[in-house]
Nanobody
Framework: QVQLVESGGGLVQPGGSLRLSCTAS????????MGWYRQAPGKQRELVATITPGERTKYADSVKGRFTISRDNAKNTVYLQMNSLKPEDTDVYYC??????????WGRGTPVTVSS
């Protein structure tokens, strides 16, 4: 079992920045694919960004050039740096750790609101 705890969400003005963090409970964090997803009420959860153990990254088209995912295996933590935020980035952001279909874990989410 992997427990994931997200932090860093909040209210920010359009054009601003936030940095989300997700810390995992297990020391074998380094072997998991890690990702950030987001979900608005009544909508499907969508991929924002993922990072492999080898630090290969993948981004949704809507965030390319604005968001950066990174990981620090020594701290069991994955980050999402979000710049040039837009109102449409308003969502609850969830951290995911994936090793296999049977070893797929989610955090409880951290809300991000982009509004003036």
């Amino acid at each position: 079992q992997v427990q994931l705890v997200e932090s860093g969400g909040g209210l920010v003005q359009p054009g601003g920045s936030l940095r989300l963090s997700c810390t995992a409970s297990r020391t074998i964090f380094s072997i998991y694919d890690m990702g950030w997803y987001r979900q608005a009420p009544g909508k499907q959860r969508e991929l924002v960004a993922t990072i492999t153990p080898g630090e290969r990254t993948k981004y949704a088209d809507s965030v390319k050039g604005r968001f950066t995912i990174s990981r620090d295996n020594a701290k069991n933590t994955v980050y999402l740096q979000m710049n040039s935020l837009k109102p449409e980035d308003t969502d609850v952001y969830y951290c995911n750790a994936h090793l296999s279909p049977a070893m797929d874990y989610w955090g409880r989410g951290t809300p991000v609101t982009v509004s003036s």
